[in-house]
């Protein structure tokens, strides 16, 4: 079982940045595809970002791009997510994924996930 931690999340006033982490157990992360989505009070999950399993391809939501960039270490098992000019309508709980395939845009589609970390962004 591949264990996924989040960390990184935090209180931040608009217009600032966050880097969020997370960190994978197993030998395996570099075949995984990886995404970061997210889920706000009384929404669905959605999408943010994801990148294949090499780094070489990554997609982004279109809310959050040009602020937000996803990448990952695989000598590290670890992914990140580098969040800037952070916005209210960011806030919620922030989830990273692994998929033994290529990345995806669909939370259904993934392997394993972690248990999330809160952003809150302040006006």
């Known amino acids: 079982q591949v264990q996924l931690v989040e960390s990184g999340g935090g209180l931040v006033q608009a217009g600032g940045s966050l880097r969020l982490s997370c960190a994978a157990s197993g030998r395996t992360f570099s075949s995984y595809g990886m995404g970061w989505f997210r889920q706000a009070p009384g929404k669905e999950r959605e999408f943010v970002a994801r990148i294949s399993s090499s780094g070489r391809i990554t997609n982004y939501a279109d809310s959050v791009k040009g602020r937000f960039t996803i990448s990952r270490d695989n000598a590290k098992n670890t992914v990140y997510l580098q969040m800037n000019t952070l916005k209210p309508e960011d806030t919620a709980v922030y989830y990273c994924?692994?998929?033994?395939?290529?990345?995806?845009?669909?939370?259904?589609?993934?392997?394993?996930w972690g248990q999330g970390t809160q952003v809150t962004v302040s006006s």
């Open positions: 994924a692994a998929r033994r395939a290529a990345s995806s845009e669909y939370s259904s589609e993934y392997d394993y």
